[in-house]
């Protein structure tokens, strides 16, 4: 196929009998599905489709065509307009690109849906359920997110986890299994990862629940947002007339968010922050080191992470990227907070590593022309 051909939805359907309800399609035949119990409706509609096909299209510079019969909504048509030129301008190789849809009437809202909450069990989660509980009424739990398709097990514990914080907050939870995830890297044909398509991802499956408000939870503060897939600028830039879309949180630091988790303690015990398919958390990948030395400097206990006794753990995390840097820095907010000096040098001195390899790449850069970068490459091989 030729590269500049359009990324064209095919094969679209929508099924619903005994075992559940299927909305799916293929591009590039490549599936892309949504499946949730025989007890749920899903939007019929263009606009998951859309959301999901964006990322891909732009990284490729192909127009998206959605064959007749299938419509979308003006409102979301024209946001998707603006977020084509945030993403453009925060990723040059994205190139923007037409879409051909039919156009539908404007709908109201299906008010009987309800106000749902993303949630995967995580600090960001957990913090947004405690703070802004008072407006949701459903928690929801996408199967293909934090964890392979395939992890049945795995699957299984985060489902009753999130069960037992939904019951306990008074809420209802909807479980919803998809490959948005695999599919947007797949059609992308790049290193394309989900930090970058994520708010496209998470709009998909909020548009295909068609909830009248659906919250997305923030991970960065205000003061630390940059270009990344999910923020508050473009998060609701895949609304429609149908859906609207928050993202929330970015008041608070991930260090505060702890503080103010641990004020329950039965959520506390039930945090999952490890994307690793280890069991709930495996305790050495580094957002569970990072997490777990969180909960050692605040003097606090959860039953998924044992406490960080040495530094010399820290190593399998080494900080290796700008979020990587932002994170453990945090943590260092909070070791200075709770007056931990060991904590204090420990961590200023693997920020300033970091800091020292940012500038030698820039010298190397700047003055020697990539030099150092290219003898590196030829000594690994």
């Known amino acids: 196929m030729h590269p500049t051909e359009p990324l064209t939805l095919e094969g679209h359907t929508l099924k619903r009998d ?7 399609g ?33 990284a490729q510079g192909r127009d998206i065509v959605i064959p007749d ?42 008010v009987e849906r309800g106000r749902g909450l993303l949630f995967s069990g995580g600090l960001d989660a957990c913090h947004s359920l405690q703070k802004y509980g008072a407006s949701v009424d459903t928690l929801i739990y996408v199967r293909g997110i934090d964890m392979q ?16 914080i939904a019951e306990a907050y008074g809420k209802r939870l909807v479980a919803i299994e998809s490959n948005v995830r695999f599919f947007i890297r797949k059609v992308s044909r790049s ?18 629940l068609g909830m009248p ?13 940059g270009p990344t897939g999910s923020h508050p600028l473009t998060d609701p ?27 329950d303690d039965f959520l506390l015990q039930r945090i999952r922050v490890c994307w690793q398919d280890q069991g709930l958390n495996c305790g050495k990948c580094e957002k569970c080191l990072r997490f777990r030395m969180a909960l050692t400097l605040a003097g606090l206990r959860s039953r998924n992470f044992e406490p960080l006794t040495d530094f010399a753990e820290l190593d399998l995390a080494p900080i290796n990227s700008p979020t990587h840097y932002v994170d453990w820095e945090d943590n ?50």
């Open 69 to 110: 019969g299938l419509a979308a909504s003006r409102e979301l048509l024209d946001n998707i307009d603006r977020l084509q030129d945030i993403y453009a301008v925060w990723y040059p190789a994205f190139k923007k690109v037409d879409i051909r849809v039919d156009i539908r009437p404007g709908e109201p809202p299906a």
């Open 237 to 263: 830039l895949c609304s429609s007339d149908r859906v609207r879309i928050e993202h929330i949180g970015c008041e608070s630091r991930r260090h505060e968010k702890l503080l103010e988790v641990a004020r």
């Open 213 to 225: 408000v659906t919250y997305i939870s923030s991970s960065a503060a205000y003061d630390d947002l």
């Open 149 to 164: 398709l395939d992890e049945d097990e795995l699957y299984r514990q985060c489902l009753e986890s999130n069960l037992e």
């Open 191 to 208: 290193d394309i990862g989900w930090g970058v398509a994520q708010g496209c991802g998470l709009g998909s499956l909020a548009n295909v």
């Open 26 to 58: 293929h591009v590039d035949g490549v599936e892309l599905y949504y499946r949730t119990d025989a007890s749920r409706e899903l939007a019929d509609g263009a606009e998951p489709f859309l959301c999901a096909m964006l990322v891909p299209a732009m």
């Open 332 to 381: 260092l907010r909070l070791a200075r907070a709770m007056g931990n000096a060991s904590a204090c040098r420990e961590l200023g001195r693997r920020l300033r590593r970091y800091r020292e390899r940012q500038l030698l790449k820039q010298i190397d850069e700047l003055w020697l022309g990539g030099t150092i970068r290219r003898l590196k490459r030829k000594a690994s091989g």
């Open 18 to 24: 005994a075992s559940g309800t299927v909305l799916s």
